[in-house]
């Protein structure tokens, strides 16, 4: 049977050549992390099954608006008062399966929802001004600094923003959304990279 991961296309595949072409300025770069797994999990967070989820992903749930907790590997995006978006580099098939594990009979859920989202890193000492153009979150580095991530709007689109690094932010747009914010953002970016 063949490998079906090699038929798989990114929501951004067609656009990957005009986003390195506009990302050769050393201002601000837009590139597609495709394929990163997602789960999303819902657990009362005051619960014994809290704890077990929270030794599946080697850090506490965050608490509150914006927290994130986890690693490169696995990393906890805080939705609401219980719910969350794991980001994974891993197989999310198999984190999915964990997760279920711990939660155990207790009510709560954990599901892949790999495909539902995509992956745009805008990276550059001008990230934070393209996306100050459509974004309403203050992103002042008082404010909004890594670590951070926050569900919100960028060109009316609903997306999930994380700041990633001091200059390094990633937008998690659903994938049917994707195509429009990758161009939204490439407009944005040409006055930097002219």
């Given at each position: 049977m063949a490998d079906l991961t090699t038929l798989r296309r990114s929501p951004l595949t067609h656009l990957a050549d005009r986003m390195a072409a506009a990302s050769v300025s050393v201002t601000v770069s837009l590139s597609e992390v495709p394929f990163l797994g997602m789960v999303s999990l819902r657990v009362e967070p005051s619960t014994p099954a809290a704890t077990r989820v929270a030794d599946v992903l080697g850090a506490?749930?965050?608490?509150?608006?914006?927290?994130?907790?986890?690693?490169?590997?696995?990393?906890?995006?805080?939705?609401?008062?219980?719910?969350?978006?794991?980001?994974?580099?891993?197989?999310?098939?198999?984190?999915?399966?964990?997760?279920?594990?711990?939660?155990?009979?207790?009510?709560?859920?954990?599901?892949?929802?790999?495909?539902?989202?995509?992956?745009?890193?805008?990276?550059?000492?001008?990230?934070?001004?393209?996306?100050?153009?459509?974004?309403?979150?203050?992103?002042?580095?008082?404010?909004?600094?890594?670590?951070r991530a926050v569900a919100t709007t960028l060109a009316r689109v609903p997306v999930l923003l994380w700041q990633t690094g001091h200059d390094a932010y990633r937008l998690l747009p659903r994938s049917s959304f994707a195509d429009y914010v990758a161009r939204w953002l490439l407009d944005a970016m040409r006055e930097f990279n002219g």
């Open positions: 506490p749930l965050p608490t509150g608006c914006g927290e994130t907790t986890g690693d490169d590997d696995r990393r906890a995006l805080w939705l609401g008062p219980d719910e969350w978006l794991v980001v994974t580099t891993g197989d999310p098939v198999v984190l999915t399966r964990e997760l279920d594990a711990a939660l155990g009979e207790d009510p709560g859920l954990a599901l892949d929802v790999s495909a539902n989202r995509t992956v745009v890193e805008l990276a550059g000492p001008r990230a934070r001004t393209v996306l100050e153009k459509g974004c309403p979150v203050d992103l002042h580095r008082r404010s909004f600094v890594p670590g």
